[in-house]
């Protein structure tokens, strides 16, 4: 079976950057997309970024111009750059992975797999 670690969090001023990796292992190639959300404290899990297995991407708008999700298939790795964090981006980043054949849209994305998260704390 599929499984995801996440690793990359931390802490970082407002304005700064973070990188967060998602290695996969099992059952891989079955996996047709991989996404990041995110869950913000006081709010619902939001999905930041997808990339599917024909290397489209698509984010959601908060984060246009600020993140780019992108793959290492060497390291069978999906990472999400992270670039002007602000205040509001504090959250616990979750990878996930959709398997099928259907390429997904951001909108219609429905993962399988998910992994353990990894916490981003953003403050001054």
């Known amino acids: 079976q599929v499984q995801l670690v996440e690793s990359g969090g931390g802490w970082v001023q407002p304005g700064g950057s973070l990188r967060l990796s998602c290695a996969a292992s099992?059952?891989?190639?079955?996996?047709?997309?991989m996404g990041w959300y995110r869950q913000t404290p006081g709010k619902e899990r939001e999905l930041v970024a997808i990339?599917?297995?024909?290397?489209?991407?698509a984010y959601a708008e908060p984060v246009q111009g600020r993140f780019t999700i992108s793959r290492d298939n060497a390291k069978n790795t999906v990472y999400l750059q992270m670039n002007r964090l602000k205040p509001e981006d504090p959250a616990v980043y979750y990878c996930?992975?959709?398997?099928?054949?259907?390429?997904?849209?951001?909108?219609?994305?429905?993962?399988?797999?998910w992994g353990q998260g990894t916490p981003v704390t953003v403050s001054s």
């Open positions: 990339i599917t297995s024909g290397g489209s991407t």
């Open positions: 099992g059952g891989i190639c079955s996996i047709n997309a």
């Open positions: 996930t992975a959709q398997e099928g054949i259907r390429l997904p849209t951001l909108r219609d994305y429905a993962y399988d797999h």
